[in-house]
């Protein structure tokens, strides 16, 4: 609990900061500006303008929040390495994994948003050894409760393979030590 308080906290300071970010969105396609960002090795600006465009979707529903949520998932498959390595941007997504509740769930955005960050979390860490604790922890909340994003069969590439994480083999039973 405390983890998810402090997890809270940290998304908090962050949509704060998305401020001063939202008006450079209107970039008729922001990918270029991230792409751009991220290759000069601006990862914090990089990282803002993705979890701006994410606030910025999270707030409304039309025309231009779906053409920026395309932008992202364009940017997602010409470098995913972005979406891994700025930890704003995982967190951001994650949190969109583990706030949704049944009602909100009933608007057409969130689902879009909940798809997508499933999407480009997968984009992100497909190739990765190893996968953030708090979307582990994300999966067996909605898995064990509410169900509202792991069965869904849009989501199903990122599910696969955060079970994949137990689907290990049993631990070998150690021999008996000899006797004295």
């Known amino acids: 609990a405390a983890a998810v308080a402090e997890f809270g906290r940290r998304q908090a300071a962050a949509e704060a900061r998305l401020s001063s970010v939202l008006d450079d969105i209107r970039d008729p396609d922001p990918c270029t500006s ?5 290759a000069r090795g601006d990862t914090q600006r990089a990282g803002l303008l993705i979890t701006a465009i994410i606030a910025r979707v999270r707030a409304g529903n039309s ?8 932008s992202l998932l364009v ?6 390495k ?3 390595q700025i930890p704003s941007v995982v967190d951001t997504l994650v ?3 583990r706030r949704p509740t049944p009602q909100s769930l009933k608007s057409r955005g969130n689902t879009n948003l909940i798809m997508l960050a499933c999407a480009l979390l997968w984009h992100a860490l497909q190739h990765e050894d190893r996968w953030p604790a708090d979307l582990v922890e994300a999966f067996l909340e909605d898995a064990l409760g509410e169900c509202t994003w792991t069965t869904r069969p849009e989501t199903q590439l990122l599910v696969r393979n955060i079970e994949t994480a137990f689907s290990s083999a ?3 039973i150690p021999a008996p030590a000899p006797a004295p």
Do not use: W, Y
């Open 82 to 84: 972005i979406f891994a």
């Open 170 to 172: 049993p631990a070998p």
């Open 63 to 70: 025309k231009r929040e779906t053409a920026l949520m395309l």
């Open 75 to 80: 940017c997602a498959k010409q470098n995913a």
């Open 34 to 38: 991230i792409l751009a960002a991220f």
């Open 95 to 97: 949190l969109l994994l």
